[in-house]
Every structure is written in structure tokens, then in C-alpha cells.
């Protein structure tokens, strides 16, 4: 019988009122109310005990654990993304999962409502960092530093409804490439479209395109249509669900939820559809209202430098200028990219399918100005691979082709064939591991290990 614990003074005064019998009354009256207190005690106190038994055992929504077999493919895909940045002559960084809430606050637009707040415990104001982009212009201009190229691969959380299949979670990884630092207009851009293509291509994930577009021409086709400059970064947004509904349903809540006029709507639907090469850059520079723009025109200059140095590089024909390119985070001020896979169509004719975006990127010159006491500005330029995606899509691929996983390195097995030689065993397994070879100790059933070590290789 559990202990019931102190009770405060007015309860024993209740307690007491119910075991005393009342005058005349039956002696096992009071044993039958005493026996009912005691049963109440007893059920209060065991509530807590009993609730625990429809506790369902669960990792938190949007969140999973990887098993041996699921690390050693994420170990491999983030080895190649790490190694093609270290190629390119990156340093890695690390900053803290948790970061001040106003430096993560009016960063990310309408996407700011999906930041992790952490409860406040009487000390700082913390949010769970929501990229590790705002937490590198942090780094930045807190340590005065003026030129830097960097990678980051770390955790970070979004309060968005998951979608496991696609590899969307509100937990997971980013691998981050940035340029920061003054440097010949465009080289910096054109090396992380560069960057793109060797991991993408490097994963063997099939045929892939990545999509060009510059915030100022996005910005530019606003002004020249109509839109109130109070509204840029609302309808920016809207434009940026292109790729996953269509035209029509993002007219309509630009005009219905955003208030825009359905004219100027239509006008920017005109552009916002329009996608090609170099070709579609010049066509621009001949458009009759964007010509006009100043901030379009240099957008559209700068994609023009763009497209020559892809074509040094040899993956121009990776990429697409796409005017329906928005990436509605606020931080970003120039040219912008996104790559997505494509999926071979059935019939000759038709176009490739897109399967979702698994890298992104773009420049953001006046980030790291907005930590700074005196606002000087770095330019920064990068780009985030999307390793859940492609995680997902690889794992996908395995189970679709049976492929069998390694999940350790072990090199060598030492047995004997007759017992008694554990002492002599273990030395020699000492000196294999101080000479740096892999050993595992022989486990009960060895011949059962080596048959499945072998049909793994």
C-alpha cells in the first residue's frame, strides 16, 4: 500500500468529521465510511501512476530517428556535399542552436510566425535558430569580419506541418555554402551555381535544373505593373508558391486575401509565366515597361554576366532563368536560385516533371549591415542543400532496388578454432587496433558473421 503522504490541517479536520459516528449511530457505519475515505486516498494518490499506462512512446511530430543502416547513407551524402566544399577552399563554422529572438525576428517575412520560441525562464529571450544564414551575418558583424568563405552543416526548426514523404521536417539538417566579402560582381554567384551542380551531380541523383531569377527584376516587374511598394514583399511571397500551385489560385489570393487590384495582378502574371535562357535576359532588356526600371535593369545586367561565367564554367546549360523565382525569406537583395529535380516524362513530347527543390540559395548584401552598431554591409552570397530531401530520395531507391547497407568498417575477425585461447586473442586484436586496423571480437556465432558480412560486400 503506497504511502498517502502529509495532509494539510482542514483535511484532517474532514477526515476526522467522516470517521466519527454521529450519536445512535452503528458502529459499522463508521468502519464502512472509514474503509470509502481510505479507498479515495489510496485512488488519488495511484491517479498519477495509472495515467501513465496510455502514455504512447513516440518521437515528437515532424522529428525521427535514424537507425544504424539510415546513417551510414546520410554520412555518405554529407561527405560528398562537405568534401565539394572544402574543395572550393570553404571553412567550416559552428554557431549556437539557439540564437537572441530579435536576431531571428523580422527576418524570414511571413515565414517568421514558424520560429521556435523557447520558454522564457526569467533570463534572455531565445528562439531555436530557424537557418543558419541569419546566424552567419550574426557572426559576421559581431566579429568584424569582412571576408570569409564558409560552410555550416547543423540542426535547425521550423513549426511548419511535416510532410515525411517529401522530406520535409520541423527538425532537421542544412548544409550551407556562403561567400562573404567584396569581390568581382557576379564570380562569387556564378561559383555557387558551380557548387550546385558537382554535389547534384556528384549524388547521381538524375537530371536536375537549377533556377535563376534577381529580386530586383522581381521587385522591378512590381513597380512597373502596379503594385504598392507597401505590398512588394506580400506578393513576392504569393509569386513563390508558383511552384506548387497554379497561376490561377495564386492570382486569386493575391487579389482576394492581399488586395491587390485584378489588373495589376494580370500584368504580373504576364512576366511571372515567362522562363528560358540567356535569350529571355535579352528579350527583357527589350521589354517596353521594364526597360524603364532602374533596379530591373541592373538585375537584368548582372544575370547577363551571370550566364557568361556559367558558360566558362561548362553547366550554363543547368540553368534556367525562371521569372516565377521568388524565395519569399526578406533577407535576400539580388540574384536568387533554386534547383529542382526533373523527372523523365513517359512521352517524348512532353516536358520534364519537376520533383521538388533540393537546393537553394541567393545573395544577401544587407544582412549582416542589420547587426551592425553602424550599419556597414558585407556583401554575402550562398547556397543550402536540401540533404533531408535527398536523403529521402535515396533512401527511396534503396528499398526500391534491395541494395544492402554496411553498417560497420570492420576489416578483420579474429578467431581460433579450439577455446582456451582468449588471452592470446585479445592480444593480438590490441595490436591490430594500435596499428590502426578495424577489429571486431569474435562474436558466438562466427560463421553466421562472416556469411552476412560477405553477402553485405
Not at 503522504?5 to 477526515?15: K, Q, S
Not at 534577381?214 to 513576392?236: Q, T, W, Y
Request: charged share 25%.
Amino acid at each position: 500500500m503506497p504511502q498517502l503522504g502529509l495532509l494539510p490541517g482542514r483535511a484532517w479536520t474532514v477526515l476526522l468529521g467522516l470517521l466519527r459516528p454521529p450519536p445512535g449511530a452503528l458502529c459499522i457505519r463508521a468502519v464502512r465510511s472509514h474503509s470509502q475515505v481510505a479507498e479515495a486516498l489510496i485512488a488519488s494518490q495511484l491517479k498519477p501512476h495509472q495515467e501513465k499506462s496510455n502514455f504512447t512512446i513516440k518521437t515528437p511530430k515532424g522529428t525521427r530517428d535514424l537507425s544504424p543502416q539510415q546513417m551510414v547513407v546520410r554520412e555518405k551524402i554529407l561527405d560528398v556535399v562537405v568534401s565539394c566544399f572544402k574543395r572550393h577552399g570553404a571553412k567550416g563554422l559552428d554557431t549556437p542552436a539557439f540564437e537572441l529572438k530579435e536576431i531571428l525576428t523580422e527576418k524570414y517575412g511571413e515565414d517568421s510566425g514558424l520560429i521556435y520560441d523557447l520558454k522564457d525562464q526569467g533570463g534572455e529571450l531565445l528562439s531555436l535558430r530557424y537557418d543558419l544564414t541569419v546566424p552567419f551575418a550574426r557572426y559576421l558583424a559581431m566579429n568584424k569580419v569582412k571576408k570569409m568563405k564558409r560552410y555550416h552543416v547543423g540542426k535547425v526548426w521550423r513549426r511548419e506541418s511535416p510532410t515525411i514523404v517529401q522530406g520535409r521536417y520541423r527538425e532537421f539538417y542544412q548544409c550551407d555554402f556562403d561567400i562573404a566579402g567584396q569581390f568581382d560582381p557576379m564570380i562569387p554567384d556564378a561559383e555557387c551555381l558551380k557548387i550546385m551542380c558537382e554535389i547534384l551531380s556528384g549524388l547521381h541523383l538524375g537530371d536536375f535544373l537549377i533556377k535563376v531569377s534577381d529580386r530586383r527584376i522581381l521587385d522591378g516587374i512590381f513597380a512597373v505593373c502596379g503594385v504598392p511598394e507597401s505590398k512588394f514583399h506580400a506578393i513576392c511571397s504569393s509569386v513563390d508558391k508558383l511552384d506548387k500551385i497554379s497561376w490561377k489560385d495564386v492570382r486569386h489570393e493575391m487579389v482576394v486575401k492581399k488586395g491587390l487590384a485584378p489588373e495589376v495582378a494580370d500584368r504580373i502574371g504576364d512576366y511571372v509565366q515567362c522562363h528560358g535562357g540567356i535569350s529571355l535576359v535579352e528579350q527583357m532588356f527589350q521589354d517596353p515597361r521594364l526597360s524603364q526600371n532602374k533596379q530591373a535593369l541592373e538585375g537584368l545586367g548582372d544575370l547577363k554576366l551571370l550566364f557568361e561565367y556559367l558558360t566558362l564554367f561548362g553547366v550554363a546549360e543547368k540553368v534556367s532563368f525562371d521569372l516565377s523565382l521568388a524565395r519569399g525569406l526578406d533577407y535576400y537583395t539580388g540574384v536568387i536560385y533554386e534547383a529542382v529535380l526533373l523527372q523523365t516524362p513517359v512521352h517524348a513530347e512532353e516536358e520534364p516533371l519537376n520533383m521538388g527543390s533540393v537546393a537553394a540559395g541567393g545573395r544577401y548584401d544587407g544582412l549582416v549591415g542589420m547587426f551592425d552598431p553602424r550599419g556597414h554591409k558585407v556583401p554575402c552570397v550562398g547556397l543550402s542543400i536540401g540533404v533531408e530531401r535527398i536523403f529521402s530520395i535515396v533512401e527511396q531507391r534503396i528499398k526500391t532496388f534491395g541494395e544492402k547497407i554496411r553498417t560497420t568498417e570492420t576489416q578483420v575477425f579474429v578467431a581460433t578454432p579450439q577455446k582456451n585461447f582468449l588471452q592470446e586473442r585479445l592480444k593480438l586484436i590490441a595490436e591490430l587496433w594500435d596499428a590502426g586496423i578495424k577489429v571486431a571480437i569474435k562474436r558466438e556465432n562466427l560463421v553466421a558473421e562472416i556469411q552476412k558480412r560477405l553477402s553485405e560486400s
